[in-house]
C-alpha cells in the first residue's frame, strides 16, 4: 500500500493564531507548533505502517511549504518542499493507494474553524465547482480522484473534519479540537493528538476497501469569487476564463487536473493584482 500524505498545519492540535504557523516572520512560537506539525505527521505515518502501508510520500502543503522537521520523520520517507509546485498541495500524486490530509482545517467563510481560508485568502473569497462548496480538502482530494486515489483519512477541527465527511462519508478522522470562531480553540494536547492520530491512521488503512475516489463530473465548471475587483481584473485575462460578475470568474473543462491549473493561476495571478 502506497500513501500520499498531504499535511498542513493549521489543524494541528493547540494552533489558534496565524503567529503560530508563520514560517515567514516567525514569532517564537512557530518553533513550537512546527514541532507538533511534524510529530503529527510522524504519527500519521507510524499508525499507517503498523497497518500495512509501505511506501509514504509527504507533500509539506503549508505557507511556504518547508515547515517539516525532517530528522523528526522516519528515515525512509521522502517529503516535497517548497511552495511552486504547480498542483501545491496535491503535487506529485499519482500512482498512490491512498492518501491523508493531516492538520487540514476549514474552508474561507466556514463558521468554528481556526484560521479557515481556502489557499490564498486574500485572493479566494468563495470557490465552488459543479455548484459545490470547496475546501481545500475538497479540490484537493478531487485532484487526487482523478488518479484514482481515495482519501482515507483527515485530522483537523470538528468542522473540518466533519464537512469533509459530509462530502466522502468513507473518510475516516480524527478531531483534534474544537474551535470558537476563527482565533481560539479547546484542544486536546499535542501528546494526546498524536497517540489518537496513531490509531485513527491505522484504523483508516484498516477500512481503505471501503474508500472510493472523490471526483467531479465533466463538464466541470469552476466559479471562483475573488476578494478585489481588480483581482478579477486580472485573472479575466487567462484565456478560458469568463467573467461573472465584478468580482466573480467561471472556467469550464472536461479535464480536472486543468480545472486545478486554472484555480492555482488564479490565486497566483491574483496575488499580483
Ligand atoms: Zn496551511
Known amino acids: 500500500m502506497k500513501l500520499y500524505i498531504s499535511s498542513d498545519m493549521e ?25 507538533y506539525y511534524t510529530q503529527e505527521v510522524a504519527a500519521a505515518i507510524d499508525g499507517a505502517r503498523a497497518a500495512g502501508a509501505t511506501d509514504v510520500l509527504v507533500n ?3 505557507g511556504p511549504m518547508r515547515n517539516l522537521l525532517f530528522d523528526d520523520l522516519p528515515g525512509d520517507v521522502r517529503v516535497l518542499f517548497g511552495n511552486r509546485k504547480p498542483f501545491s498541495m496535491v503535487q506529485d500524486a499519482h500512482g498512490y493507494d491512498g492518501a491523508f490530509f493531516v492538520g487540514y482545517h476549514g474552508a474561507i467563510g466556514d463558521r468554528d474553524a481556526v484560521l479557515c481560508h481556502t489557499y490564498t485568502p486574500s485572493v479566494i473569497y468563495d470557490l465552488h465547482v459543479n455548484g459545490i462548496r470547496c475546501s481545500e480538502a475538497t479540490i484537493n482530494a478531487a485532484l487526487l480522484g482523478h488518479a484514482g486515489i481515495p482519501l482515507l483519512y483527515v485530522t483537523g477541527d470538528r468542522t473540518t473534519v466533519e464537512g469533509v465527511q459530509r462530502q466522502m462519508p468513507w473518510v475516516h478522522g480524527t478531531i483534534v479540537k474544537e474551535s470558537i470562531g476563527v482565533f481560539s480553540a479547546n484542544s486536546i494536547s499535542p501528546r494526546a493528538a498524536q497517540a489518537a492520530i496513531r490509531a485513527g491512521a491505522a484504523e483508516a488503512i484498516a477500512r481503505a476497501r471501503d474508500a472510493r475516489p472523490f471526483t467531479f463530473e ?19 485575462l487567462i484565456p478560458g476564463f469568463e467573467r461573472i460578475g465584478s468580482r466573480a470568474v467561471r472556467f469550464v473543462d472536461n479535464d480536472l487536473p486543468t480545472v486545478f491549473r486554472a484555480f492555482v493561476a488564479t490565486f497566483r495571478l491574483g496575488a499580483l493584482a
Open 60 to 62: 509539506d502543503a503549508h
Open 218 to 236: 465533466a463538464p466541470i465548471e469552476m466559479q471562483i469569487t475573488l476578494a478585489k475587483v481588480e483581482q478579477a481584473d486580472y485573472v479575466a
Open 11 to 35: 489543524g494541528v492540535a493547540g494552533v489558534s493564531s496565524w503567529d503560530q504557523v508563520d514560517a515567514r516572520t516567525p514569532h517564537p512560537e512557530y518553533a513550537t507548533y512546527r514541532r
